[in-house]
């Protein structure tokens, strides 16, 4: 059963924006720390931007700070990813991932054993 599907990718220019949308099935998800990681081809995944269960604290990896913008609405049970200023190595798939304890205080990538099926950035020079 889906419990995380992301939205927002497709093709976009050097120096463009997306915005990536992860959308979570059921309610308990608005408790739980969620984040997003990319894997390029032929590349290991990597760690992107990390959310605590209430928004209260963010982490990024260096290679995104001040471009990305993780953010999350758990009225709607969404989390999402502002990217601007694109370049084509943020070209990958975007995997949405969430840590299924009850409110924990961090936001650990470590901590995350749910995934999405990924959607698909390219970003073209």
């Known amino acids: 059963q889906v419990q995380l599907v992301e939205s927002g990718g497709g093709l976009v220019q050097a120096g463009g924006s997306l915005r990536l949308s992860c959308a979570a099935s059921e309610r308990t998800f608005r408790n739980y720390a969620m984040g997003w990681f990319r894997q390029a081809s032929g590349k290991e995944r990597e760690f992107v931007a990390a959310?605590?269960?209430?928004?209260?604290?963010?982490v990024y990896t260096d290679s995104v700070k001040g471009r990305f913008t993780i953010s999350r609405d758990n009225a709607k049970i969404t989390v999402y990813l502002q990217m601007n200023s694109l370049k084509p190595e943020d070209t990958a798939v975007y995997y949405c991932a969430a840590d299924p304890v009850f409110q924990r205080t961090r936001a650990d990538p470590n901590d995350m054993v749910y995934w999405g099926k990924g959607t698909l950035v390219t970003v073209s020079s």
């Open positions: 959310i605590t269960w209430n928004g209260d604290s963010t």
